[in-house]
């Protein structure tokens, strides 16, 4: 039997049904406040037809019409006062009036609180968005404003464009942050909509299926660790599941899928039906970063080719070549670099082929892939003839070997770092490790991640890279590049902190080491780390996350061009590669551009651009240019592999240890030296190294001269009869 005191009473009956009444509509508040002024107006009416004294003859009675008329008058309007004769009519005209006081308050509430709903509502972002043809952005975090850069670059020739974004942060946080961060974006407006990328009424509301392509960001939140991409990734597949039920999403355009877990792309292309380009974030970075520590500049082409900057990768289709050979292409092209084509089968399935035959035959469908400054600043309106001069030899073979590479800290990604690289050194090349981990530790990640390599021979060397004598052991002009990973499986700015201090100590150790010194390449997870790095020291390009971003925006642009960055990245086929000038011109003679691209299509190779000694890469020059080209300067081309010149000696093997930083030699006669003795945990690669000196006080070195250091000039004399 139920407790009396939990039976509800009429008045909470009353209450319950009252609160379900107003909290319906916003529209049911003015019902209900219409709904009490009627009823005031109504109950005063019959008060004031009874108490109104009789009519004098002649006059029109008081009925129970006029009275309502009466009561409406003074409900509307306080001010109705005049008129009334006697002291219960002018009492119940007071009360009435105060009614009316009472039903006006509640109207101006009811109305300035609907007002204030909904502007909270536009400030919230929850109003639909009316655009076509917008790029819809999913997510938010770092990238997004990489992504942003790109497209603003992209839609810079527009008149007008649109970007929407939908996270589940604020509204104004996102606009505020996008305003400060990005300033002026020229024709692209930004839209900011706050909901969660897993509803469908979400969705909709964005115009999923009106958007002409849609980015799904994968968003850690600054946890880089494994639980926190594999809730990242488990959130695009629940965002696809979203998209599924949207008529028109997924068919009318395509979704780009930032992964953090390659393995999970199978799942991703399935649930997306044909109409998902999948972007691995970390094979991606591993496949960039093994590819621009092994060339120096290669990291500054791949931001040209990824930005919209400059010129960058575009397809289009000319029917009037149908049934030529793709070597005539290059040559009736003006303003661009013919680099493949794109054809589509019977079936409708489309494949890309990069530096194909001069023999190909072109079809009437196929597509020509092309990099030039815009899609419309190229035409078929050239006729090239371009020769070589008789006298040009080639370049000489020249004796390759082995490299030597060193690896500082510990990443998830190195087990596909180091299968990477073995795919592209020679046989006895080396690997020299750093982790900063225990050797047995270490030794387990290798077997699980790595296995078996081919070519490439692993070292491990104990020691923090992060600790300046760790790092002394290891500073040879032997190693060809010193790579530095991010840790990202621990906090953000601490894996960027890592690598910075690791960065500047090797840029310190390698002062010594004059021009043989290795190039450095470091990954920072943070974009706005690796800006004020580059700032600093601008020597060395660092590689980050924010390539991951410019490639999504890419394929968010044009979807075919996902292939074409996927076969560039991969170590199999058609790849980029900086090759000696000498290779395609005679150094020191004015040589016309379009004679490079004429030597380089007779070594099977596209040449896309070229790089002068201590300057930034130039891709697609213009075609009547002619340059002077020096040893130094490099051409950059698509070939399939990195060889230069016919008779390339390849092989042989590393059979020294790496030769130790010179030491500075002092002007005074030294000591002799101390007898050489192993050290505990130095690689045995390495020569032994000497015993340190015993530690001096600090007063035992030389004095530090400065302004605290000179003799100061005398006091002035006192003025006579001063105490």
Known sequence: MSDPSDIPTFGDKVRYQVDRFLSWSPIARFVGLFGLSLILVTMNAIFVRFAMPPPEEGKEAFDFFEALWWATGRVADAGTMGGDEGTLVRGIAIFTTLCGVGVVALLIGLVSSTIGDKIEDLRKGKSPVIDEGHTLILGYGEKVFAILRELREANSNLKHASIVILSDTEKEEVENTVKERMGDMGPTRVVVRQGSTYSVHDLRKVGASRAKSIIIVSDTHGDESEDADAAADMGAIKTLLALRRINGALTTNHAVVELADASRQPVIEQLGGGGVEVVAMAETLSRMMVQTARQNGLAAVYRDLLSYEGSEFYFKNFPELAGQPFGNAQWKMKDAV?????????????????????????????????????????????????TVPSEFRGAEAKARKPERLLVCGMSPKLGDMLREFDNYVLPGSEAWLMPGQEKDVFTDFIKDEVGGLKNLKLKHVDGDPTVPDALRRVVSPDFAVALIVADTDIDEEEADAKTVITVLLLRDMFKGLGDRKPRIISEILDPRTKDLLEQDYGADFVVSSEITSMLIAQVSERRELNAVFADLFDSDGNEVYLKRAACFSILGRTTPWMSVQKVARDRREVAIGYMKMGQTPLINPPQLESIVFGDEDRIIVLAEDDSEAPGDQRGGEISTPPEPMPEHKPTVQAPPAPELTPTAGRSGLLPPEAPRADAKPVSAGPRVTGPSTMPRAPLPPKPKGQP
Not at 357 to 366: A, C, F, N, T
Request: glycine share 8%.
């Open 338 to 386: 013919v680099c493949g084509v794109r054809t589509i089968s019977g079936k409708g399935t489309a494949s890309c082929i990069i530096n194909p035959s001069d023999e190909y035959v072109l079809g009437d469908k196929d597509e020509l892939l092309c990099i030039a400054e815009d899609d419309d600043s190229f035409s078929l309106t050239a006729n090239h003839e371009p």
